[in-house]
């Protein structure tokens, strides 16, 4: 059973960045397609970003692209979630999850959960 646990997230200004890491432990990370999905208040879960086993193939929700990049250390265990230029409509709190595949992670398709870390970003 693999664990996930995000940090990084925080009160930040619109315009502002913030990293997200989500840490695996109790398997390796390099076996699967990881990703981010946030959930604001009110709205349903959405997909975020993925990316694929190795690092090589990744995806972004159109609101985000050009604005967030994920990124991964498999030696470390660890993905992450730059997000820069930040604005009041990703408030949310952000989810980690493990897959099949980063395109499988786009699809929906997850095998774990993180328990999610709160960003908020302030006009």
């Known amino acids: 059973q693999v664990q996930l646990v995000e940090s990084g997230g925080g009160l930040v200004q619109a315009g502002g960045s913030l990293r997200l890491s989500c840490a695996g432990s109790?398997?390796?990370?390099?076996?699967?397609?990881m990703g981010w999905f946030r959930q604001a208040p009110g709205k349903e879960r959405e997909f975020v970003s993925a990316?694929?086993?190795?690092?090589?193939?990744?995806y972004y929700a159109g609101s985000v692209r050009g604005r967030f990049t994920i990124s991964r250390n498999n030696d470390k265990n660890t993905v992450y979630l730059q997000m820069n230029s930040l604005r009041p409509e990703d408030t949310a709190v952000y989810y980690c999850?493990?897959?099949?595949?980063?395109?499988?992670?786009?699809?929906?398709?997850?095998?774990?959960w993180g328990q999610g870390t709160q960003v908020t970003v302030s006009s």
């Open positions: 109790g398997g390796t990370l390099n076996d699967y397609g």
């Open positions: 999850a493990a897959g099949d595949s980063g395109i499988n992670i786009r699809a929906g398709r997850t095998y774990y």
């Open positions: 990316v694929s086993r190795n690092g090589g193939a990744t």
